[in-house]
């Protein structure tokens, strides 16, 4: 029931547990005492790689809109706006990562959480096998954008 | 030793990025061993304002210029030329590792911009302190420019004052690392001999403020106005010669690049902004750079000038002000011709199409 689903992204095995859902903009979700808690899936993490920097624009209490810009990150490899993967009330970010953000890199779905929303309900989120489709649909797109940095 | 001197002036990243501090200060330690240069450490170059000491230094230095900063070299020379200093631009020949398949850009068109004006003879070099992450590249580029600079000044028989002296503006931690111990104390350096008076290391280093503002590329403002047009804060105005620039820099609003989205000659820069295109990357050359994820981690896929008006709406909102959408100030470009019916030409031109040789 609870088997973990791997994606392959080339050679890498992007491994996805089953104990949570996922969001179209390559976060987890995971509920726990009425909140949200929300992290890099292990695709996105490998895309971006060390993470160097992450910064917040967005403070808790703020309601937030599916895709409202809540912050930036910088990475070895890429760099990217981030947006919220749900319309929500934001409640806390992880404030561990400001000082340090490696915890994204050595345990993404764990200490490397990125921030916890309450929410009207999560509809918006995908199954494990949803993400997995997701993922496969999107590969050769991905990797097309991956080559041509685009 | 050389008669030839050469100012060298560090710009260094905002925040405290330890690896970009490290490769500052190791570029910094390298290049004082080096005989005939002057070494200045300033603040980001683009957050400098009128009043910044590290600004009026830069204004001070007479003389062939290289400035290494966390900028794209056309933005940062422009920059330069927006604060009032000017100078011929120097081909530099540190060129990023290109990526194997990254075709070569072609020659250099010729500008069709009105140019800069005023430009006195002397040559500044912008570096790109994002090409590599090792000093000697930067030093190995530095005395090349530097033996460049001499062979051009004595072609022109300049007079120099003859002693090197070495200026640093940035006590590198606390003032007890060999590189401060190799030059004593910075503050009791004379001033220069070209005249610019002393700064101290603390003034120069004064953090300033994070600013956001437009910086033009004259080699490509063809003056059409577009920009004028299109911006609703007032940010740009024409000067006395009836060129376009940027009257009021904190109308500005920070984050947003729409103008430069709309502008027909990619000529606005925004230094700081994360897209490579609107930041004075060179037109074509990617290489090297890190991947946009923005799209892939949610957000809108949109072209250009919807994008720009978008934004625009965004702040006019922000500011309390009604959002105009598509209605004002947008180039009309295509508008025209498709009111019109079909001429002859057009009619052959789609028979051709038709024929799909």
């Not at chain 1, 070895?76 to 009330?89: E, H, Q, R, Y």
């Not at chain 2, 530095?142 to 000044?153: C, D, L, Y």
């Not at chain 2, 008076?197 to 956001?212: C, E, H, I, K, N």
């Not at chain 2, 502008?263 to 230094?271: D, G, K, L, S, V």
Request: charged letters at 25%; proline letters at 6%.
């Amino acid at each position: 029931m609870n088997k973990p689903l791997t994606f392959m992204m080339g050679k890498f095995a992007a491994v996805l547990p089953a104990d949570r859902r996922y969001c179209r903009n390559h976060m987890w979700c995971l509920q726990s005492d009425g909140v949200l808690r929300f992290g890099f899936t292990t695709y996105a993490v490998r895309l971006m790689q060390d993470v160097y920097f992450l910064d917040w624009e967005v403070n808790p209490g703020d309601a937030l809109a599916l895709n409202h810009k809540v912050g930036h990150i910088e990475t070895s490899k890429a760099m990217s706006d981030l947006f919220a993967p749900i319309a929500g009330t934001l409640v806390r970010l992880n404030a561990e990562l400001l000082n340090d953000p490696s915890a994204i890199n050595v345990d993404n779905h764990g200490q490397g959480w990125l921030f916890e929303m309450t929410a009207v309900s999560d509809a918006e989120t995908l199954s494990v096998q949803e993400y997995h489709d997701f993922l496969a649909a999107g590969w050769e797109k991905t990797q097309n954008m991956l080559k041509g940095h685009m | 030793m050389s008669r030839h001197r050469i100012t060298v002036v560090l710009s260094q990243a905002q925040g405290k990025h330890p690896a970009k501090r490290a490769l500052e200060e190791s570029i910094v330690a390298a290049l004082l061993m080096e005989p005939g240069l002057e070494v200045s450490v300033i603040p980001h170059l683009y957050d400098l304002g009128p009043d910044h000491t590290g600004r009026r230094f830069l204004g001070s230095v007479r003389g062939d210029m290289v400035l290494l900063s966390w900028l794209f070299p056309r933005a940062a020379f422009w920059v330069l030329d927006r604060d009032g200093i000017k100078g011929q631009w120097g081909e530099t020949q540190l060129k990023p590792p290109a990526d194997d398949d990254e075709e070569e850009t072609g020659e250099p068109q010729p500008a069709k911009g009105i140019g800069s004006l005023d430009v006195p003879d002397r040559t500044i070099y912008c570096l790109d302190l994002r090409d590599f992450n090792q000093h000697q590249p930067y030093v190995d580029e530095i005395r090349r420019v530097a033996e460049e600079g001499k062979v051009r000044a004595e072609a022109k028989q300049r007079e120099r004052a003859p002693a090197p002296i070495v200026q640093l503006g940035l006590n590198l931690r606390n003032g007890d690392t060999p590189v401060a111990d190799a030059l004593g104390s910075p503050n009791g350096a004379p001033g220069s001999p070209n005249g610019a008076p002393g700064f101290t290391a603390d003034q120069l280093l004064q953090a300033p403020g994070r600013r956001w503002y437009p910086v033009i590329d004259y080699s490509r403002c063809t003056n059409c106005m577009e920009c004028i047009d299109f911006c609703l804060f007032g940010v740009y105005g024409v000067d006395e010669h009836e060129r376009l620039n940027v009257e009021n820099q904190d109308n500005c609003k920070k984050g947003c690049p729409a103008c430069s989205r709309v502008c027909p000659e990619q000529a606005i820069m925004f230094p700081d902004y994360k897209t490579p295109a609107i930041a004075g990357a060179p037109i074509g050359a990617i290489g090297n750079l890190k991947i946009d994820l923005t799209k892939l981690f949610g957000g809108a896929e949109k072209d250009a000038l919807s994008q720009a008006v978008e934004e625009r709406d965004r702040e006019l909102v922000a500011d309390g002000r009604q959002a105009v959408g598509t209605a004002v100030g947008l180039p009309k470009r295509q508008e025209h011709k498709q009111e019109k019916p079909k001429d002859d030409l057009d009619n052959l031109i789609d028979a051709l199409d038709a024929l799909e040789l």
